[in-house]
């Protein structure tokens, strides 16, 4: 085993990522770029799937978000096979078939997984805009901003609750918000596994929600960022164990819920003139960020890790700063910030940070509240 036979391995692997999923992980599927499954080390199949492994960019990579576990293509060998890198390596050979090839039929196998890679893209391609179109219907599902449904007023007295009544809001971006009376909480639906599969047998339960639209640069929906509501009043859904009340569904890499549009009043695909950006994790810290400062142009990302793709490069951003939540104190998410910081640097313009000096973000600010 030498240097060149690892890499060459390590390749074949990640051209046929999707199989070695399938082989090794039978009870996940693909979600996006993304293969998700159960963790069949950590027998967690009572929990939600947690396993995540790329099926582009970097074909191979992973990470157990429960675990922490994580690792290239060939550590998710060795972790899923039990053994050492050397069983994972005769693994490897016997899954790709080298240990009899000759030389004619490794290049062979080449070109044959260069066709397969160039296929995969095409699937990976279709169900990208499968996914983004799913989620725009979903948006388009909630009634409209502005026409005075009992959602709406629903989610008006949530936000009014948290400090950021939207009518308060300047420049406003109107095509951001739509709101459900009753929309499905995946996350409580029920399933059952059958030969490898997990299949939907119920429907989880429909709860009001703030459906968020999450566009590309150039305006398409991409993905919805759901925020769930609690029936019984302007709170949201009150949740429990790995729950959460809220949800991102379709392609949300690249993708920003555009909270206002700063003194200019318009969306990045016509703003003719560059302002300062402020960038931020929730919806509700947004809110309360564009409020307060009306002089720039304020985009939530859904996540912490989003915030690294958000599209600063566009003309209309003249500079970023960065709204960090006073939670991010982990190992995990000092560093998830650090490469956000990184990542936006490279867009080269002035990049700036701000904290709350109040609770844990600039929401908790504006409705003076203080977490310590």
């Known amino acids: 085993m030498n240097r060149s036979d690892t890499s060459e391995i390590k390749q074949a692997l990640k051209d046929r990522i999707e199989s070695v999923c399938q082989r090794l992980l039978p009870t996940g599927k693909r979600q996006g770029r993304l293969w998700v499954s159960h963790n069949p080390i950590e027998n967690d199949f009572h929990q939600t799937p947690e396993l995540k492994v790329a099926l582009d960019r970097d074909p191979g990579a992973w990470k157990d978000y429960r675990t922490g576990e994580k690792g290239d293509v060939l550590g998710l060998v060795q972790y899923l096979t039990g053994g050492d890198f050397r069983a994972a390596m005769d693994w490897s050979r016997d899954f790709l078939g080298l240990r009899s090839m000759t030389t004619e039929q490794r290049q062979d196998m080449k070109h044959r997984a260069d066709d397969e890679r160039r296929k995969a893209e095409a699937r990976a391609e ?23 449904s009992t959602a709406e007023a629903h989610a ?15 420049n406003r971006d109107m095509q951001t918000f739509r709101f459900a009376a009753a929309q499905e909480y995946w996350k409580r639906a029920q399933f059952r596994h059958e030969n490898g599969r997990r299949i939907k047998v119920q ?17 398409q929906i991409s993905a919805v960022h759901m925020t769930f509501l609690s029936p019984l009043g302007p709170q949201k859904l009150p949740v429990t164990g790995d729950e959460t009340a809220k949800i991102m569904f379709g392609e949300a890499r690249g993708a920003m819920i555009r ?5 200019e009043g318009e969306p990045p695909e016509t703003a003719t003139r560059p302002y300062p950006l402020i960038l931020c994790e929730g919806v509700e810290d947004g809110l309360s960020l564009a409020l307060a400062i009306p002089e720039a142009r304020v985009w939530a990302a859904g996540s912490l890790g989003a915030m690294a793709s958000a599209p600063v490069w566009l003309p209309c951003v003249s500079s970023i700063i960065v709204a960090r939540d006073n939670d991010w104190e982990k190992k995990t998410a000092v560093k998830q910030f650090e490469r956000v910081m990184e990542e936006l640097s490279r867009a080269e313009k002035p990049l700036t940070e701000m904290t709350s000096h109040l609770g844990k973000d600039f929401n908790d600010l504006m409705k003076g509240e203080d977490h310590d």
Not at 130 to 144: D, F, I, L, P, T
Not at 259 to 263: K, L, R, Y
Request: glycine residues 12%.
């Open 259 to 263: 909270i206002s549009h700063g003194p």
């Open 126 to 148: 279709a169900d990208r805009l499968k996914r983004m179109g799913r989620a725009e219907q979903v948006w388009n599902s909630g009634y409209q901003d502005g026409a005075r």
């Open 156 to 170: 008006r007295a949530y936000f009014a609750a948290r400090g950021c009544p939207i009518d308060d809001i300047p």
């Open 203 to 219: 429907d989880g339960p429909k709860f009001p929600a703030v459906l968020s639209a999450m566009r590309m640069p150039t305006g």
